[in-house]
């Protein structure tokens, strides 16, 4: 070899192996050894292949209902919207209904007994001022300030009557959806709600809405009576304020309104049937009326709905 030939550095040379060179000088390093996986932790394996856990065999993902997944539709209550939302067919919601009042009848019994006994006091207010209106113009005692008296008097006793069967109603609605979450409604449990002024704010709201509708020729009342049925619904048992329960109730109808619209046509003609065998099948129809759109408002929702099993259902917390 000449000296102007330049010699190549991955020849050995005279004297030893010439190691190679990297480009910035030196050495080339031998590859890292590679970083084995922690302890307990799944393997790598090539791209397109199974996992493989630390004790052999596919790696098994976390079973459904498990830490960090959503329980199984049906079964314990969990956190409130871990089920996913989901449509309802009429049939479902009646027979869901119809098992809950009947394992827990008596109840319910005594509870649309209470609220008719509570109307008639306030209804029984107002004829006797009707009664008097009457007996005063028979007397042809018809003076400004009695027909004022007993109209601001019967007024009165209406709004508070009003109001305190709206409460009633909220009441009902929490046991029915304790119902829902598989514990018995009980009396000890019935009066505990969130927030009673909160409620009460609600009633008016729905008073007021209700005064405007029926100014609009009744359509108002209609799409009041359509798109407000769970009002109270949001109120106890997700803490709405009375405002945005109002209209989260409209956007949950007019999110599923097929199927809300055909129950709520469905529980008319339930209750028009009772109210027909002399009152008496309100008793029944009422709530199941209740227990019904308690199940409706948790399935759109992605509430909890509890299984219904065999035997009576459990007590539960102090509190639903």
Not at 143 to 167: D, Q
Request: aromatic share 10%; hydrophobic share 45%.
């Amino acid at each position: 070899m000449s000296e102007n030939t330049p010699q190549n550095p991955y020849e050995p040379s005279a004297g030893g192996p010439t190691p190679p060179q990297n480009p910035a000088g030196g050495p080339t390093q031998p590859p890292a050894e590679p970083t084995p996986p922690a302890y307990g932790g799944p393997t790598q394996p090539p791209y397109g292949e199974p996992a493989q856990s630390p004790y052999g065999g596919a790696a098994q993902p976390p079973a459904y209902g498990g830490a960090g997944q959503p329980p199984a539709y049906g079964g314990p209550a969990g956190p409130y919207g871990a089920q996913p939302a989901a449509t309802f067919a009429v049939g479902e919601a009646l027979g869901y209904g119809w098992k809950r009042f009947t394992g827990n009848w008596l109840f319910w019994v005594l509870f649309v007994l209470l609220s008719f006994a509570v109307g008639a006091i306030f209804n029984a207010g107002n004829f006797g001022d009707y009664q008097e209106i009457n007996e005063a113009a028979m007397r042809g005692d018809i003076s400004t300030s009695t027909a004022t008296g007993v109209s601001f008097g019967s007024s009165l006793l209406g709004l508070l009557g009003g109001i305190i069967n709206s409460i009633l109603g909220a009441l009902g609605i929490n046991a029915a959806l304790r119902e829902a979450s598989g514990y018995k409604a009980t009396w000890g449990t019935l009066f505990k709600v969130n927030s009673y002024p909160m409620i009460i704010l609600t009633a008016l709201l729905l008073l007021v809405a209700g005064f405007v509708g029926a100014l609009l020729c009744g359509l108002g009342l209609i799409a009041l009576a359509i798109f407000a049925p769970f009002t109270y619904h949001n109120v106890v048992d997700r803490n709405l304020n009375a405002w945005d329960a109002l209209t989260g109730s409209f956007r949950l109808v007019g999110q599923n309104f097929g199927a809300v619209f055909l129950l709520e046509l469905a529980l008319l003609g339930i209750n028009i049937v009772g109210a027909l065998v002399c009152g008496l099948g309100l008793f029944v129809t009422i709530p199941l009326s209740l227990l019904v759109l308690a199940f409706a408002f948790r399935r759109i929702t992605g509430g909890p709905v509890a299984a219904i099993e065999a035997g009576p259902a459990p007590a539960g917390p102090a509190v639903a």
